[in-house]
């Protein structure tokens, strides 16, 4: 596709806040969430108020609380991107072995990724670019990939250069297959399944015939 | 008498082989076991392989044990970061062997190791090109990979409080690995920023058992800033 050509008349993106709204939404009270590095840990600063979610931390953190106040980090309180984090009441702390049990053992109701790609029939490619001379790093992805009772990706949908980050298939190397049940993006929100593609919402002013164009695949309305 | 504290890290760590395989806690900037890292440095056992989430920070702890040339092996789960120019460096040079392992298998894994569990199989990793050549099985419907436990030689964890018997509290996220890797080694150390009698740790509160610890010596605490501890630079 002429991708600069092809993206430039898109409508309005949905901002990074207001897809974080949007994945916030969707999370019932009472759940059990893992947050991914990068953009999913924007969702944390918009959960509904009046739902109690707990956001769980892979290195040993449930009932994590938002960023320490300046001044205030406690280097033994981190997040799984490092950061200086705080404790909810009620709260509580446990080894590498446990916390991963918790995801592998499918006692995490919702896990947020961020993603390179992601097939039509829910295949991730989060980890690796791929690239000869990358060091590779998993971290934790491919245990919450399959691990978590429903896994979402939050992502553009399309890349700097316009192409759809939602694939027949994947190139880059495989995270997990068929693992993805939700895809937020800034353009439109798809489910995933055995059966392709179907759009659950898309922003004001796309088409269906244009958001398909933009992805490339039959897309179910 | 059972008297598990050492006088000095060097004491502790006295005995470490050539070969080695030594287990590192810690996670960011919680649990890290700086000052046994440093020990191991000056103690001189070379060839090792060294399981630990990252690959090492800067130029110090872990970075500072690859640069003096004594890793033969890193297996972790995250060596990529901004600051990891140390094993990037010595990696890209094919002077250090890498095996990337998914963080819940590492952990698992370690887990298992303690716990005399001969291998498991889980759907972690299946389809990836970190399960190639493993092999796989359908339970229940469902696509698994075996894993082997990674047994250590040596563990260097840091803890809150210790006793003479070994038993060991943790502070907050800095519990990480330290539990499951002082179960999976024959000679697990432990630093403690206090030591404490027998009976004054809270026996429901007792995170790793005395039985799982070899050794316990006290490290101060680093200096404090806002009411928290400072990372471990």
Known sequence: MDSKESTMNLPARRQKEVLARRVAQDIPDGSYVNLGIGMPTLVANQLPPGR??????????????????????????????????????????????????????????????????????????????????????????????????????????????????????????????GCVKRIYTDLATFDCSTEGLRVVDRVEGLSHAELERLVGLPLRA | MINKIAASVAEALAGTQDGATVLIGGFGTAGIPAELIDGLIDQGARDLTVVNNNAGNGEHGLAALLKAGRVRKIICSFPRQADSGVFDGLYRAGRVELELVPQGNLAERLRAAGAGIGAFFCPTAFGTELAAGKETREINGRQHVLEYPIHGDVALIKAERGDRWGNLTYRMSARNFGPVMAMAARHTVASVHELVELGQLDPEQVVTPGIFVRRVVRVPRLATAGGGFKAAV
């Open chain 1, 52 to 177: 109690e979610i707990i956001l769980h931390s892979e290195n040993g953190i449930l009932g994590m609380g938002p960023a320490a106040a300046e001044g205030q980090e406690d280097f033994d309180l981190i997040n799984a991107g490092k950061q200086a984090v705080t404790l909810l009441p009620g709260g509580a702390f446990f080894h590498h072995a446990d916390s991963f049990a918790m995801m592998r053992g499918g006692h995490i109701d919702i896990c947020v990724l961020g993603a390179f790609q992601v097939s039509a029939t829910g295949d991730l490619a989060n980890w690796s670019t791929g690239e000869a001379d990358a060091i590779p790093a998993v971290g934790g992805a491919m245990d919450l990939a399959v691990g978590a009772r429903q896994t979402w990706v939050m992502m553009d949908l399309l890349t700097k250069s316009g192409v759809s980050k939602i694939v027949e298939r994947c190139s880059y190397p495989l995270t997990g297959l």
